[in-house]
């Protein structure tokens, strides 16, 4: 069955320090990989996605993704973070019938 | 531009009570899903529509039934609502072919709580 993990539950960083949330999938299908974010009492926004191509995906808001087709990893990744990047991030791979399948989400805490 | 529109936003239910959940998209997609939201379980999926007419389960299908109204709409309701059923509700449509799903765009969610 298609799966996502996502390793961290819950990341604390100070502003300017070096994002990268783990995601790995499974799924046996050409994969299509999207990071969505959902900040605090919103409702998920699409960051970035993968279809084929370069495997470097680079997204909204400074974020960009790496897809390692070896190691079904699809890691989200920001230089330098900010107080405004407070929020729950979540990778998702599409699965069978056109549905997508989500990860348990990792939330990210920012420190000023 | 509205996107995907839900209604209500807020809903308290008594167990036993029943309820639909609205959900309308106005940019021509073709598929349509409802999602549960629970801390540190992520999204599930409870039903989908890929196309006008179809409609199959999810993860989480218990307790719940759909409808495909049309293109534009597709409700999700709850027969008798149990306290297990308190969560966070998203509906999402999305443009999808043969080889790509391009991505959900979400609506803004339905919190219900059932008492």
């Known amino acids: 069955a298609q799966s996502v993990s996502q390793h961290n539950h819950h990341v604390i960083l100070s502003e300017a320090a070096s994002l990268e949330l783990g995601c790995n999938y499974s799924?046996?299908?050409?994969?299509?990989l999207f990071w969505y974010v959902q900040y605090p009492g919103q409702h998920l926004q699409l960051l970035l996605k993968y279809f084929s191509g370069d495997p470097l995906v680079k997204g909204i808001k400074g974020f960009e993704a790496e897809f390692i087709k070896s190691k079904f990893s699809f890691n989200l990744r920001k230089p330098s973070v900010q107080w405004s990047d407070t929020a729950e991030y979540f990778c998702a791979v599409n699965a069978k019938g056109g549905k997508l399948i989500f990860g348990q989400g990792t939330e990210l805490s920012v420190k000023p | 531009n509205a996107g995907v529109t839900q209604t209500p936003k807020f809903q308290v239910l008594k167990t036993g009570q029943s309820m639909t959940l609205q959900c309308a998209q106005d940019?021509?997609?073709?598929?349509m899903y409802w999602y549960r939201q629970d801390p540190g379980m992520g999204l599930r999926l409870i039903y989908y529509s890929a196309s006008e007419g179809t409609t199959d389960k999810g993860e989480v299908p218990n307790g719940y039934n759909v409808s495909r109204l049309n293109k534009r709409e597709f409700s999700l309701r709850l027969e008798s609502a149990a306290p297990s059923q308190t969560s966070v509700y998203f509906c999402a449509s999305s443009a999808r072919d043969s080889r790509f799903n391009y991505g959900y765009t979400f609506g803004s969610g339905t919190r219900l709580t059932v008492v």
């Open positions: 799924y046996g299908g050409t994969v299509n």
């Open positions: 940019m021509n997609h073709n598929s």
